[in-house]
Structures are given as structure tokens and as C-alpha cells.
């Protein structure tokens, strides 16, 4: 079965914490991806990562890093999280076909 | 640049009613085209997609073509349910193979 697991699902934080938010997906593809969706505001692309230490940023990467070690897990890490970083993050991930299959999303508050 | 217009932000429908979403996109060639769905708490999954000019995609009831000549893609549905309530995006791929566009999308609500 296909499938795209993050977690956590729900996380609070305090402004200037740290937080890191996990992907894991079993179909071993290569390319996976960071969103975060805002109301009104759609998907909007953070980073990309082609495969193993090959990432590279997507419209909106200020404030945001990552991390791929492992072909099936993708973390994304908010260096000293700010209040405009709330928001809920989508992971996604592709094969040959460029059809995306997403995971059910983290929802972030930062304080 | 690439980018992809939904012109309605929202669509009301009873059920049973006839839906019908447009999508206008420009990108370079000839991309793949699809339409995602995304459900309230869950993240966008695929309805549909077309990988070829011209022709047309169908999923769940759901219809698409894809007409190179004026580069639209639109949704469209013969009778809705209220389980068809959701958030509809029209998704080019961006000529550069992995990145699809996203839109802001068309929020889709069914009355019973």
C-alpha cells in the first residue's frame, strides 16, 4: 500500500524553539517534497529533494531547512520557529510519473 | 512564467446539480495535467490526470480534457454528491518534470 507518513500531526511551539517535522514514504522514490498551506494561500513549495543529500529550495525556503540521510525519509527543521510559521505542512513524494502523493499533514502553532 | 488560473474560489451546488470548474494554465510544452482533491483534515490526492494533448481524463464521475489550443483543463462532474464537498486544484507540471503548480484551488460545497 502506498503511503506518506508524517509526523507529528499536531505540534505547538514557542517562538525561538526549535521544531522538526518528519516525512517517511514506503515507496522508495526519489523526489520528495515540503509544503505548507495557508488559507487562501494554496500550496506553496519550500524545498525539494531529488534524492539522498540533493535537495534543493523551492518559492519559499527563508526560515526552513532539511534534511534527506535515507532515501525514504524527508525532515524538514525550523531553526528558532517564528510566529509567521504557523501553518500546516504537507510532505509529498514521486515517482517516474510526476503524480505527487501527499501525507496527511502537520499542523504547527508556533506562540 | 508558469502558473495555472481557477477563476472560482468557491462553488455552491445541490446535489445532483451539474459541476463544471475551469482551469486556464500556461507553462512551457506540453505538461502533464491533473486535477487533485483535497478533503477537509487530509492532504491533496490525485482525481485525475492527462499526460497527453487532447485527450481527456475520468475519474469517480469526474471528467477532464486537455485542450492544448486553449490550454484548459477543466473539471466537471454530471451530478454531485454531497461526499464531493472539497477543495479542487488544477495542477500542471511545471516543464521541469518534479514541480506541479498549485493554485489557490476551488472550494467545492455540496448541499443536501
Known amino acids: 500500500d502506498m503511503k506518506v507518513t508524517q509526523m507529528p500531526r499536531y505540534l505547538i511551539k514557542r517562538m525561538g524553539e526549535n521544531v522538526l517535522l518528519e516525512c517517511g514514504q514506503d515507496m522508495s522514490h526519489e523526489t520528495m517534497y515540503w509544503y505548507r498551506q495557508d488559507p487562501g494561500l494554496g500550496l506553496q513549495l519550500i524545498y525539494i529533494s531529488y534524492d539522498v543529500d540533493s535537495n534543493s529550495e523551492g518559492d519559499i525556503p527563508k526560515g526552513y531547512r532539511v534534511s534527506r540521510k535515507k532515501r525514504e525519509h524527508f525532515s524538514l527543521i525550523l531553526d528558532s520557529a517564528k510566529t509567521n510559521q504557523t501553518s500546516v505542512y504537507f510532505c509529498?513524494?514521486?515517482?517516474?510519473?510526476?503524480?505527487?502523493?501527499f501525507g496527511p499533514g502537520t499542523r504547527l502553532t508556533v506562540l | 512564467g508558469n502558473s495555472v488560473t481557477q477563476m472560482q474560489g468557491q462553488v455552491t451546488l445541490s446535489e445532483e446539480e451539474f459541476l463544471f470548474i475551469n482551469c486556464t494554465y500556461s507553462?512551457?510544452?506540453?505538461?502533464?495535467l491533473f486535477w487533485y482533491v483535497q478533503y477537509p483534515g487530509e492532504g491533496p490526492q490525485l482525481l485525475l490526470k492527462v499526460t497527453t494533448a487532447n485527450n481527456k481524463g475520468s475519474s469517480r464521475g469526474f471528467e477532464a480534457t486537455y485542450d492544448k489550443g486553449t490550454t484548459s483543463f477543466h473539471l466537471q462532474k454530471a451530478s454531485v454528491q454531497e461526499s464531493d464537498s472539497a477543495v479542487y486544484y488544477c495542477v500542471p507540471n511545471g516543464g521541469s518534470g518534479n514541480k506541479l503548480i498549485f493554485g489557490t484551488g476551488t472550494l467545492l460545497s455540496v448541499k443536501p
Open positions: 507553462t512551457t510544452g506540453y505538461p502533464t
Open positions: 509529498a513524494s514521486t515517482g517516474q510519473t510526476y503524480e505527487q502523493y
